[in-house]
């Protein structure tokens, strides 16, 4: 594993692995020095092109807590805003010598273009690209739920769930999965760890092909709540900011039908896991209740977060492949 | 390929004992230690250490005085060996500060894990002392590292394999030497 662009190239026993240090990460929290040297005198550069406050903070914190130092650069006051492209950007952190690049980015494919192209030869990291993939965030919800499956508090330290999957879990994600990277990479990363995965939206916030994803698809929230037996239920933001074309008639209306509100919350089974991607529009696709419930395991993920990207960084940064390719174009 | 066994399971057995009691007498008692092994092989041998230990004094309990300390992330070939995956550290009695720390593992050689396992013990607390017993001191050191308790001292040239094999992990107990060449795991 040289990149992490997508959570469909994971295979089982990667994932696992990924999941199982990131379990021995949390408890570096806990400890005294709250840092390991694994990283010292490596830098990670974030590239966020795209606005950002949890991912870009929790990737800050993980390569802190790494001992790596961390440039951060954001679109808005940089030279981008001058013109400069993604090539020449890329070419100048090289140049400058980063050990490891994180990278969000508005258009989809973004980081498979950084890690493909031989501008920089360092390890990449997709911290989400446009409609397409945000695999941390996949990852951090399967240690969530592991740890939710597993019957374990869902982000104090505990080693109970090391070595396992999320197999007989049954996980709905509602809302918006047209325009949900956090949907498609969860999609194929719950079902390559066991899950079973049930996505339930109005049919015009479905992409095209979703028929192929390894999921059902069902339309109907109340329907969903009362079929099928659910671990967990990820709710969802609505992302305006992505759309331009009318996909529900109004707000209300798809609070009313798609929204988790009180009645439908109560309607769950009482030990199903409530989940959100971050940040939560309360009211709209998740209600009060639901979103303040202490089956809501929202702040839970945001902590995993930073776990779970230590984890990633790790794997990434270390062993030999890095060692032997580093250095490499980096004259 | 020669290989030659140098300790069986009842040579094992009672260097632990030995150990034991070599602890016990540093230690003047069994008060405030605690044996914490270095994965893979130092964890069983850590609660065997403990079991020894809780058999001379019987008011211990073995499973109170037996941990793991994993040392990938202080290891300082991270970036050159393979990848590696940690494994988990358990403290009994969920801290280290003021107790003494016996650090257990199999093969004492360029004493490097060790190294490791003293930055690791110091991000975790700040013991009291730490002190290091190793079931099989093979020399070659690389660092000024010595071992306060050895099961067993094995003269061996640096291109012949020590390999220790425990009942937990590998279904038997026994300390070989495999020539040069040979396949020593």
Known sequence: MKHLLSTSELTRAEAIDLLDTAEQMSLVSTREVKKLPVLRGLTVVNLFFEDSTRTRISFEAAAKRLSADVITFSAKGSSVSKGESLQDTAQTLSAMG????????????????????????????????????????????????????????????????????????????????????VARSNVHLLTTLGARVVLVAPPTLLPIGVESWPCDVVYDLDAAIRDHPFDALMMLRVQQERMHEAFFPTAREYARRWGLSDARARALPGDCAIMHPGPMNRGFEIGAEAADSPRAVVLDQVANGVSVRMAVLYRLLTGQSTAASGREGQS | MKQRTVLDGAEIHRALTRIAHEVLEANKGPEGLVLLGIPTRGVPLAARLAEAVARIEPATDAGALAGALDITMHRDDLRSGRLRSAAPTHIPGGTIDARTVVLVDDVLFSGRSVRAALDAVSAIGRPHAVRLAVLVDRGHRRLPIRADHVGKNIPSALDERVGVRVQEIDGEDSVTITAAGGDGR
């Open chain 1, 98 to 181: 980063a050990d490891g690049v994180v990278i969000r980015h508005s258009g989809s494919g973004a980081p498979h273009r950084l890690a493909h192209s031989g501008w920089i030869d360092a390890p990449v990291v997709n911290a989400g690209d446009g409609t397409h993939e945000h695999p941390t965030q996949a990852l951090l919800d399967a240690f969530t739920l592991r740890r939710v499956h597993a019957g374990l508090p869902a982000s104090a330290p505990a080693d109970g769930a090391v070595g396992r999957g999320l197999d007989g879990a049954v996980v709905g994600i509602v809302g918006d999965i047209l325009h949900s990277r």
